[in-house]
């Protein structure tokens, strides 16, 4: 059973930028899109993006102005989202979720990491 | 950017009664990418349906998705109280995805 291991929680001034690991442990990795999906408190979900680890290809959220980089270490089975020129409005917990099908992008994001707080603050 | 619009904001049922939750599509989506989750409070969410109908792995057969185009519904029949929370869906279209707002099921 794949699980998703996200870094831990973190506060952030804004105009800075954050990063945040997602390491795959249990399963196939390399084959599946590993996609973002972000949450503000109290609100809904927000997709940011995904990378397919084998063949490092990238879909990028076009709502995020290219604030977004995605990139993966294979060998350690992680992928990681950076966030730039954070704003307070970037508060938000934030996922990573692989996909249900192995070379198939966003038909269903099947397993999610724990989730990661970050505060964007002064 | 395809907008989904789901209905109702909020559902209210008693124990065994069915729930059925609908998803509206801006413009006419793939059955292969609307997909459906429950998250309760204070979790992850949880896939239930993917390909419009499909179930994930280990959903009971109590949840149900149909539909094509624009419209899309998710079922949940003989509702419990472990029911209880939002539930969003999700599409796929030019290489963007997209959540609805959300339906937040109460149990009453």
């Known amino acids: 059973q794949v699980q998703l291991v996200q870094s831990g929680a973190g506060m952030k001034e804004p105009g800075s930028s954050v990063k945040v690991s997602c390491k795959s442990s249990?399963?196939?990795?390399?084959?599946?899109?590993i996609n973002w999906v972000r949450q503000a408190p109290g609100q809904g979900l927000e997709w940011m993006g995904g990378i397919l680890p084998v063949h490092g290809i990238i879909k990028d959220a076009q709502n995020f102005g290219g604030r977004v980089s995605i990139s993966t270490d294979e060998s350690t089975g992680t992928v990681y989202m950076e966030l730039h020129s954070l704003r307070p409005e970037d508060t938000a917990v934030y996922y990573c979720a692989r996909d249900v099908r192995q070379f198939t992008f966003a038909s269903g994001f099947v397993q999610w990491g724990q989730g990661t707080l970050v505060t964007v603050s002064s | 950017e395809v907008v989904l619009t789901q209905s109702p904001g909020t559902l209210s049922l008693s124990p065994g009664e069915t729930a059925t939750l609908s998803c509206r599509a801006s413009?006419?989506?793939?059955?292969?990418?609307l997909a459906w989750y429950q998250q309760k409070p204070g979790q992850a969410p949880r896939l239930l349906i993917y390909?419009?109908?499909k179930r994930a792995t280990g959903i009971p057969d109590r949840f149900s998705g149909s539909g094509s185009g624009t419209d899309f519904t998710l079922t949940i029949s003989r509702v419990e109280s472990g029911d209880l929370a939002v539930f969003y869906c999700q599409q796929c279209s030019s290489a963007q995805v997209t959540f609805g707002q959300g339906t937040k099921l109460e149990i009453k």
């Open positions: 249990g399963g196939a990795f390399n084959n599946y899109f």
């Open positions: 390909a419009t109908s």
């Open positions: 413009q006419s989506v793939g059955s292969d990418y």
